[in-house]
């Protein structure tokens, strides 16, 4: 029985897709943190997933405003990797996302890839109005992203790249002997004041 690096695990199926999905041809997987955490349920209600961009619109780093009378800076840390700026963090929660179906866990990665800005630039991709993360349906979103998980099943021809999710969190533990991934606390937004 050996053990699962579940980052290590999701950062080949990571390339994989984004090397087979058009859609998502302009992400360099290389910065793009891939980490864990913990929900307090096992249930599959709730979130799954979630990726933190680690700048601004456009690309920046820091972002000024007013409040009030003040000059209000915010600056986004620095996360290095191997001496790499990453410009995204993504977070698969624990168990939830692993009590999904496989292809309901695709469909769950493809959905955050997609996230990622067109212009790879550290910012998420936006869409017209209110709804800036998922667009003015969010059907339409999910349907798009099942589409794409659909494709990717059909086109990849490596089992081994998802064998690893095959199953829920139980039949998984009963693979391996321990689980292993990846942790970091979510990166905070320094703010200074002029």
Do not use: W
Not at 136 to 159: G, H, I, P, V, W
């Amino acid at each position: 029985m050996s053990a699962l690096n579940l980052t290590r695990s999701m950062e080949r199926l990571i390339v994989d897709i984004v090397a087979r999905v058009p859609e998502l041809s302009h992400i360099e997987p290389e910065r793009v943190l891939v980490c864990v955490a913990s929900t307090r349920s096992g249930g599959v209600h709730g979130t799954y997933a979630k990726i933190h961009p680690l700048r601004f619109r456009g690309g920046e780093s820091v972002m000024a405003s007013r409040c009030g009378m003040k000059k209000v800076r915010y600056i986004m840390p620095a996360v290095t990797r191997k001496g790499v700026d990453m410009l995204y963090i993504v977070y698969f929660l624990l168990p939830r996302f692993l009590n999904l179906t496989l292809r309901e866990k695709l469909i769950t990665i493809i959905h955050e890839l997609y996230h990622i800005s067109p212009e790879f630039d550290g910012d998420i991709r936006r869409f017209p109005g209110k709804n800036y993360a998922h667009g003015s349906s969010r059907k339409r979103y999910n349907d798009t992203m099942s589409q794409l998980a659909e494709r990717y099943l059909q086109a990849f021809d490596d089992e081994s790249l998802v064998s690893f999710l095959e199953g829920d969190m139980a039949a998984i533990r009963t693979r391996h002997r321990v689980i292993v991934g990846r942790r970091l606390a979510a990166p905070r937004i320094r703010m200074e004041t002029d």
